[in-house]
């Protein structure tokens, strides 16, 4: 069973103050990992997706990093209007093409 | 990128009634899914929903109480039968588009 782990369950950041949020995963064969941004209210914003070990991606403030066990989104200078939760979801190499969530990470900034 | 609109956006049921959530996508797509966010949860798979044939529900979801319709290629809908208290959740509607899953804007059910 393909399982996601998010690590810290909530931070509160000060404004500048750099810092990583934590996605472990198990999967039967990786497909891709996926980043998601999710406000109060709203559906889930995608981020960014990452298919191998090595890979990185960049946004803005947010780089997203990816191991063969975790991934990592590495949050530079934040903002207030970083303040959101950030869901982890990896899909299977299996033809299925439904995602598994971790339970989030929910970043507060404050100035 | 995917632009997906549902309806009602939010809503308060009795319970033992029903409510019906409509999905549209801007354009056609392959793979539209359904999840549910309950209260401080993360996303939880409901079912895939397959034009033209009958939908594919996971572990712990029965059409009975999911029934999911996909006339066609842009649009789905999820009932929530006979609804309870638990039933109380976002349901958000997604879309496969470029390898990439987007998500709806969500429907917000309180079930009193």
Known sequence: ?111 | SAVISQKPSRDICQRGTSLTIQCQVDSQVTMMFWYRQQPGQSLTLIATANQGSEATYESGFVIDKFPISRPNLTFSTLTVSNMSPEDSSIYLCSVVRQETQYFGPGTRLLVL
Do not use: M
């Not at chain 1, 109060?40 to 990185?56: M, R």
């Open chain 1, 1 to 111: 069973e393909d399982q996601v782990t998010q690590s810290p369950e909530a931070l509160r950041l000060q404004e500048g103050e750099s810092s990583s949020l934590n996605c472990s995963y198990t999967v039967s064969g990786l497909r891709g990992l996926f980043w998601y941004r999710q406000d109060p209210g709203k559906g889930p914003e995608f981020l960014f997706t990452l298919y191998s070990a090595g890979e990185e991606k960049e946004k803005e403030r947010l780089k997203a990093t990816l191991t063969k066990k975790e991934s990592f989104l590495h949050i530079t200078a934040p903002k207030p209007e970083d303040s959101a939760t950030y869901l982890c979801a990896v899909q299977a190499n299996t033809g299925r093409r439904a995602l598994t969530f971790g339970s989030g990470t929910r970043l507060q900034v404050q100035p």
